[in-house]
């Protein structure tokens, strides 16, 4: 059958969704002319099949053909494989026949943006806006990189743009956070109200909405929005857990997906939000702890519970000699090892991680415990993991009774009495507990404990 007839013959097949003679075609594509339409085709098939490694196969064929559809492609498709670096050699080889190609710098300018190569992300960002002022994609990213870079009035100004250009729930709710870290929760209430008007099934906007009423003391309309949102979507965590927060319901932890949503979209503000603008100080309050009730001994492997962007490692070094971390977020640790503060990473929950681990020197946890109430697993677990004389440093906000107790706030707090339970139940003994300041915030500033416990010998 000859070459042609064969490219036919499989884009009939894809077309009813049979991949068989495509994967077929796709091992010998070099006779097939790079400019024959049936290879964008058979890409779409693919793509929407889920297979995106044939996708590209088909792409890496169209795109000699100089087609600018098959050099963006390449670069999108390559970025949802996760072959980041290839992608924006993808995205630019597009940019050098195509310089106005709108995707693409746009796209290219978001992979900069992850790669923390920021003023190259503004300067792809800023070059859309040269030939397309009303990009209100460029606006909208612009304004969450210079929030995530502290540069809030340039980010509101962006965000303001981009709401105005495209008023609808991306951009409003980027404009909403901004507003939301300036304290302005009545004016990102006011801004949300149209947007939700217009799109009233969208759960993230009713969220916000929470959100705001929730910062200004309204509770009940805070409740009533967080339960909005869980009645179009039964399995939204972040709603769920506010409701049982704001309404005085103890639950054991925060839903995983709530936790890692929030990181994950937190993360490229993370160190700026929590050092420059709320003063946070538990990592270096954590080891000047430990400096002096255990003298400062090194430390030769150590697990960071909830590493975030390294933090707690930064405050360590020079005691701590391989730190291994995990978090819940991929993006707080695609951040945390482009420290090269970390031995190891990986994502997975505190509990999971203790129980894969022996032999520790230390397990650190700053600022975890806010997000898990019931601490008895993983005091469990670190009684395992830990070698003897191993020890266990970690802070929590200050609680009162004999438990845990979920706030208002949608943290967790635990008390005194309940801490010393499980260091009893699980065979730890207590060389220090401090109380002391962990931030500041919206919020007024936030005591907590510092604990410093240990695996006898």
Known sequence: MAKLDRVEEALTKARTGDLTKARTLSRDLGKVPPGHPSLMELTVAAHQAGDLVLALKFLDRAAVSGSADALYGRGVILASLGRLDEARTAFAKCLERFPTHEPALTNLGGLEHLAGNLAEAERCYRAVLDFAPRSALALHNLAGLFLAQGRRDEAEAFARRAVEIEPGPDTALRLADILGEAGRHAEAAAMLGPVLDAYPADVRLWR??????????????????????????????????????????????????????????????????????????????????????????????????????????????????????????????????????????????????????????????????????????????????????????????????????????????????????????????????????????????????????????
């Not at 869980?230 to 319901?249: F, I, Q, R, Y």
């Open 208 to 457: 916000a909405v929470g959100h705001a009423a929730k910062k200004q003391g309204r509770t009940l309309d805070a409740v009533a929005a967080y339960r909005t949102a869980l009645g179009l979507d039964p399995e939204d965590g972040e709603s769920s857990h506010m409701v049982a927060a704001l309404t005085g319901t103890n639950t054991e932890r925060a839903p995983a997906d709530y936790v890692r949503g929030f990181f994950d979209t937190y993360a490229d503000r993370f160190e700026s939000h929590l050092v420059e603008e709320v003063g946070y100080q538990a990592p270096a309050t954590l080891r000047a702890l430990y400096e002096r009730v255990g003298g400062g001994a090194m430390l030769d492997s150590v697990l960071d519970l909830g590493c975030g962007t390294g933090l707690t490692a930064q405050a360590f070094q020079g005691i701590a000699g391989r730190v291994f971390g995990i978090d819940l977020s991929p993006r707080m640790l695609q951040l945390a090892g482009a420290s090269g503060l970390y031995a190891g990473l990986r994502e997975a929950d505190a509990a999971t991680a203790l129980a894969r681990s022996t032999g520790l020197a230390a397990v650190l946890a700053t600022d975890l415990f806010i997000y898990v109430g019931d601490l008895d697993e993983i005091f469990a677990g670190a009684a395992s993991a830990l070698a003897p004389g191993g020890w266990f440093l970690f802070s929590v906000e200050s609680g009162e009774g004999e438990g845990y107790t979920l706030r208002p706030t949608g943290r967790y707090a635990q008390s005194p009495a309940y801490i010393r339970a499980l260091i009893a139940r699980h065979g730890l003994e207590e060389v220090a507990c401090e109380h002391g300041r962990i931030r500041g915030g919206s919020d007024g500033d936030i005591d907590g404990d510092y604990w410093a416990i240990r695996k006898p010998v």
